[in-house]
């Protein structure tokens, strides 16, 4: 009987569910800035970052790289491992949830064998961490228009400005990464790789903080329901309630647990900042809140400003044309042969690479890690391709125009 009941008093604590969860939450993340950090190398020693769905346009156009490259592959499997620990974490949350509500009934149903002396000094580690949430949800009430308001459960939803913001900044961080890289393949600008990775780490930072505040918000909701003292603004004044006997015994046998009571409490009476600080994971979770924040708007600060920074670097260096900035490049050969330019600046023919890219005014040609400059769109009356001196390779572009 003792094991069981000593599971029971654990399960409401950590369960296994609570541990895949965390499992999960902690593999999604990883996953996340695996799936955005996925390059596709094109020049030797030069980074192209084509953004996180770059294998979509190697799936729907069978697309020809000129080598064995495994990236968009691993960047799939990447993103749908982000997607699939990210469910199950969720999942999990909630097979924890009711592994944890159903251990908590059945510590009701035994609490006499439970809170025995002999038991208590065995296994009183996960029944002393019960008394201190007690604690922290009763440590101070006061009455506002009317109404009983509980410190605990104001500071809890304060906890989902935070909790809100970071989520919303993983979608961002993969959106602004997406459109930077767009935007810098109709340029034919490179993408930065260093910004790709920043772009990485900041949604795996911002996932990460989700979690954290996921799982806190949930612990201190689960609590609140559980050992808030139910009581009316009559009752509060004319100090006319009832705690728990066993836990304010326990707290009161407690010289740590009997101290912080009275110092919360009194610090309650004060006002929420010192409530705040008068607990060390409170003062944490709120206290350090500005942090969080301020980090979080720095990420999505920057992801702001290499969007547009890098569309105004498209804009000098798209040869100084005003009507190149949305047309796309049409190139024309001999026996009226037309090839096109697909999203990423590569020329293509019947919808398959060539092997040629234009960047910029230049026209390259990839051959494995070899890059070799072709030649020039020139602009003019008739836009002809002017080929480099030292290039002996074949030549199949005539003229060019936009569409």
Request: charged share 20%; glycine share 8%.
């Given at each position: 009987?003792?094991d069981k ?36 190398y ?33 960047q ?8 699939i ?16 509500e ?11 064998e ?27 009430f ?38 930077m ?6 340029s ?11 772009f990485?780490?900041?949604?795996m ?13 949930s612990?201190?909701?689960n609590a ?40 919360m ?76 330019t ?26 494995g ?15 002809t ?19």
């Open positions: 009987m003792k009941k000593y599971d029971a008093l654990k399960q409401m604590k950590l369960n296994l569910f609570t541990i895949l969860q965390l499992a999960f939450g902690a593999a999604a993340g990883a996953f996340l800035c695996g799936w955005l950090s996925c390059p596709r094109r020049e030797a020693g030069h980074g192209y970052y084509d953004g996180p769905f770059m294998f979509i346009d190697q799936l729907q156009q069978n697309v020809d790289y000129g080598m064995p490259n495994p990236y968009p592959a691993l799939l499997v990447c993103m749908l491992a982000c997607i620990c990210a469910v199950c974490f969720f999942v999990f949350s909630v097979l924890s949830k009711k592994r944890k159903e251990a908590y009934k059945y510590f009701t149903e035994h609490r006499s439970y809170e025995e002396d002999g038991y208590l000094a065995a296994n009183g580690k996960y029944y002393r961490s019960m008394v201190n949430d007690y604690l922290k949800v009763n440590s101070c006061y009455e506002r228009k009317g109404k009983v308001i509980s410190m605990y459960k104001k500071c809890t939803n304060y906890l989902f400005y935070p909790f809100i913001v970071s989520l919303l900044a993983v979608p961002v961080c993969i959106i602004g990464y997406s459109g890289a767009d935007d810098a393949s109709k034919g600008i490179a993408a930065d790789g260093a910004i790709a990775i920043i990485a780490l900041a949604a930072i911002c996932w990460f903080a989700f979690v954290f505040y996921f799982l806190v918000v612990h201190r909701r609140y329901k559980r050992y808030a003292v139910k009581m009316t603004a009559e009752q509060l004044n004319s100090d006319d309630y009832e705690f728990d006997e066993a836990f304010m015994n326990y707290i009161g046998g407690d010289e740590k647990l009997s101290a912080r009571a009275t110092k409490q009194s610090a309650g009476q004060k006002g929420i900042v010192p409530y705040i600080f008068s607990e060390p994971v409170t003062a944490v979770l709120l206290g350090g809140m500005a942090v969080y924040v301020i980090v979080i708007v720095y990420i999505v600060a920057l992801v702001i400003s290499v969007i547009y920074g890098n569309k105004g670097t498209a804009v000098a260096h798209s040869s100084g044309n005003t009507e190149r900035r949305n047309a796309r490049v049409v190139l024309y050969g001999g026996g009226n042969e037309r090839y096109e697909n999203d990423y600046g590569e020329i293509c023919k019947f919808g398959a690479r060539t092997g040629f890219t234009v960047k910029g005014t230049e026209i390259l040609n990839e051959r890690e070899k890059v070799e400059t072709v030649g020039w769109l020139r602009d003019g009356s008739s836009r391709v002017d080929y480099a001196s030292d290039y002996s390779g074949e030549k199949p572009f005539r003229s060019w125009g936009l569409e």
